[in-house]
């Protein structure tokens, strides 16, 4: 064994075997030390926040040994009543909290590209998320309290609950969510339809009308490739597209392959023309109307890209509306995203994707969830391990982690092309099938709908793109999924509206009506607005292929 690790150590040295990360450590190495290098050179700038942070600690002193309780922080990790009501606890807490805070405060005076100064950002948050105080059994009054009533027996098992998540070769925290909890077709993803078409790419998907009359124009939705279509389509009463169905309309979903070696050549052209386009003249060919497109996230980057095509095509009729919603069309403003687009990373991730011929859904998953690494990593580090509490039944973390792969030829172009070199932004910067590609030529009407606290795309850079393609705009609260997901029964989250689109984001929003509740109703409202008025007879489908949410959707 010793002899064989010794000569893979030294062909490895040799260049003869190179190892396989979808990142580059050198390029954090060397973010790390330009940021070091940039400190050293703005000794003013460090000395002032110095000096800001002894009189912050003086400050936290005087509170902590008065005994004065400050105001409570909005942070889910310090919910239960003891950080708050316990001097020991909330002095933890705040040490903690004001320290993190300096240290954000010590990276925001580095200098650096704006890659390098995300990639150092990014690499602080996940050291100050994994020191948590309520990460660790002795600093989390719910966890002692636990260990009291159980005598211990919660860490005992929350070991062997480790043990067992790391035996299963994919790492600690399997447990988000209670895995058998739903059953795709039965109690998720579950409203009735059926499988309409199908080609190498995607499935089609039309629902069974629940209404004698529906729109004339029919709806087809368009997912992103990172994660199966069902995220409209969670559990009954959480499903948007059981809600369209029985607002009386006709509802269609691509359901994207789950893409294995034999799609690695397929790229961002193959799933506007063969996907998005195809899916257009299907649904045009089965109801006779123009369809009104919307998509959630990268499914509407490809959206606004079909749109551009077919105007060129002079095919613009061929769609009737589209509503684009958390979508990116420039990526100008990537926020802490920036760090993964990197000319480093980048070639690692194409060396990776090479001996595969797609990036893994497990890979996608760990990187979503580092960027929300309290959420989805520690909160389940807490339950599981430390608290032993069963995982809770979560439809939409069921569908979080039922990704799916992207093909290596896709993301290659996705990630230099339109991450890194933002060529959507530029007109006929980016081609599909030859045909150049100018989102400034579509005139198909267009509504974009942000999410207020998006940390996927972020709801300032979706309103620039929205500004620039001359779409109307509607903000939704909460996150990227969480905020998408927004039944008007449910009465959450609430949205602002604005007529008018001044340059500015944040001016937008101080000028903004806030409403309560769900956008969904507004939105319809909005494709009342743009479409015919007319009704039709509902349309019964008689020639499904399989039904719903068909084979694509239950790939491994």
């Not at 095509?309 to 069309?329: E, F």
């Not at 006929?428 to 989102?439: K, N, T, Y």
């Amino acid at each position: 064994m010793t002899r064989r690790l010794t000569e893979a150590a030294e062909r490895m040295m040799k260049g003869e075997v190179k190892p396989s990360l979808p990142f580059d450590p050198f390029a954090i190495a060397q973010a790390s030390s330009e940021f070091a290098l940039g400190l050293a050179m703005k000794p003013q700038d460090l000395m002032e926040v110095q000096l800001a942070a002894a009189q912050q600690w003086g400050a936290f002193w005087a509170g902590a040994l008065s005994g004065k309780a400050g105001e409570k922080p909005r942070d889910r990790r310090f919910a239960a009543p003891e950080w708050q009501d316990d001097a020991y606890y909330r002095a933890i807490r705040d040490a903690y909290l004001l320290a993190s805070q300096q240290l954000r405060d010590v990276v925001s005076v580095g200098e650096g590209s704006e890659s390098s100064h995300a990639m150092v950002r990014f690499l602080l948050d996940q050291y100050l998320n994994a020191i948590s105080p309520a990460n660790f059994a002795a600093t989390n009054p719910e966890v002692v309290k636990r260990v009291k009533e159980t005598g211990g027996a919660n860490l005992v098992q929350g070991f062997a609950n480790l043990i067992e998540d790391m035996a299963g070769g994919k790492g600690i925290v399997q447990r988000r969510t209670d895995p058998n909890a739903f059953e795709k077709g039965k109690t998720i993803a579950a409203t009735p339809g059926e499988v309409v078409y199908e080609n190498d790419l995607f499935q089609l998907i039309q629902y069974t009308p629940t209404t004698e009359k529906v729109a004339a124009e029919p709806l087809l939705y368009v997912p992103p490739l990172v994660n199966r279509f069902y995220m409209i389509d969670l559990v009954p009463r959480q499903s948007l597209v059981k809600w369209l169905v029985d607002e009386g309309r006709t509802v269609f979903v691509v359901s994207w392959v789950n893409p294995t070696e034999k799609h690695k050549d397929k790229g961002v052209g193959d799933y506007v023309l063969e996907g998005i386009v195809e899916a257009v003249g299907q649904v045009r060919q089965r109801t006779g109307s123009s369809p009104d497109l919307f998509a959630f996230c990268l499914g509407g980057t490809l959206v606004a890209m079909a749109l551009a095509w077919l105007a060129a095509k002079n095919r613009g009729k061929d769609v009737n509306s589209a509503t684009l919603i958390g979508s990116l069309v420039d990526f100008g403003d990537m926020r802490d995203w920036s760090a993964f687009v990197h000319e480093g990373h980048l070639a690692a991730l194409e060396d990776h994707l090479e001996g595969q011929g797609f990036i893994d859904s497990l890979e996608l998953q760990r990187l979503f969830a580092a960027m929300r690494a309290n959420d989805l990593i520690w909160s389940s580090v807490v339950n599981h391990y430390l608290l032993d509490k069963p995982a809770p039944a979560s439809d939409l973390l069921y569908w979080f982690e039922d990704g799916a792969r992207i093909p290596a030829a896709f993301l290659k172009s996705y990630n230099r092309d339109l991450l890194l070199n933002n060529r959507l932004k530029e007109p006929a910067g980016f081609e599909v099938d030859g045909v150049p590609i100018d989102l400034a030529a579509i005139e198909t009407p267009m509504l974009v709908i942000a999410l207020k606290d998006d940390h996927v795309s972020a709801w300032e850079a979706v309103y620039r793109g929205a500004r620039d393609i001359g779409a109307d705009f509607i903000l939704g609260g909460s996150g990227h999924n969480a905020g998408v997901i927004n039944p008007p029964a449910a009465n959450k989250h609430g949205f602002w509206t604005r007529d008018d689109m001044p340059v500015d984001a944040n001016e937008w929003l101080s000028g903004a009506t806030r409403h309560e509740g769900s956008w969904w109703p507004h939105w319809t409202g909005w494709l009342n607005d743009h479409g015919s008025s007319k009704k039709v007879a509902a349309r019964a489908i008689a020639d499904g292929i399989e039904p719903a949410p068909g084979r694509y959707a239950m790939m491994p």
